[in-house]
T-cell receptor
Framework: DAGVIQSPRHEVTEMGQEVTLRCKPI?????LFWYRQTMMRGLELLIY????????DSGMPEDRFSAKMPNASFSTLKIQPSEPRDSAVYFC?????????????FGDGTRLSIL | DQQVKQNSPSLSVQEGRISILNCDYT??????FLWYKKYPAEGPTFLIS?????DKNEDGRFTVFLNKSAKHLSLHIVPSQPGDSAVYFC???????????FGTGTRLKVLA
């Protein structure tokens, strides 16, 4: 089975530009998570979707960040406008059920650098 | 306020010996715990989990021990192999929630 697929793997862009990160969860998984990993804060949950509906976006840093899940096989995380402090590795993860007591399976991440 | 702590940022172990990675938590509501392994430029990979109704779970060379009274869990790898060299994250969750709280990771280096 294919795992969680994220694109692009690397993104380098200038401050102020719009950035869109993409994720395809594992087929049959109905929970999807976006995380951000930084040296200072480790792995932080940004937003959680269940059955394509955003359940908890309390981890989204500010209004510049938005996420969508138009269908069960695709999600995007958008940053507009981007800032240097957004530089991090962004992971998408998916799991079966409501996420409770189910391991989350991670993609390989997008390394984002904002100059 | 770090609810899940991995106090050892790094650990080196000789090949064939036991690796013990430790994790402490503060929230008594946590009742499901997981260990993930992460290689460079890859996402975390699920390794093993344990529910609070157990105090031990074993899967091949990997065993997780849970001490609820001490709010402590550990991952034992025996025998350690060079391919086990990676960063290991512990994570905790409470029933009825979906959130994992991750520790900051321990970098394990297994020396050949």
């Amino acid at each position: 089975d294919a795992g969680v697929i994220q694109s692009p793997r690397h993104e380098v862009t200038e401050m102020g530009q719009e950035v869109t990160l993409r994720c395809k969860p594992i087929s049959g998984h109905n929970s999807l998570f976006w995380y951000r990993q930084t040296m200072m804060r480790g792995l932080e949950l940004l937003i959680y979707f269940n059955n394509n509906v955003p359940i908890d976006d309390s981890g989204m840093p500010e209004d510049r960040f938005s996420a969508k899940m138009p269908n069960a096989s695709f999600s995007t995380l958008k940053i507009q406008p981007s800032e240097p402090r957004d530089s991090a590795v962004y992971f998408c993860a998916s799991s079966r059920g409501g996420g409770d007591l189910q391991p989350q399976h991670f993609g390989d991440g997008t390394r984002l650098s904002i100059l | 306020d770090q609810q899940v702590k991995q106090n050892s940022p790094s650990l080196s172990v000789q090949e064939g010996r036991i690796s013990i990675l430790n994790c402490d938590y503060t929230n008594s509501m946590f009742d499901y715990f997981l260990w993930y392994k992460k290689y460079p430029a890859e996402g975390p990979t699920f390794l093993i989990s344990i529910s609070s109704i157990k105090d031990k779970n074993e899967d091949g060379r990997f065993t997780v021990f849970l001490n609820k009274s001490a709010k402590h869990l550990s991952l034992h790898i025996v025998p350690s192999q060079p391919g086990d060299s990676a960063v290991y994250f512990c994570a905790a969750s409470a029933s009825g929630t979906y959130k994992y709280i991750f520790g900051t990771g321990t970098r394990l280096k297994v020396l050949a």
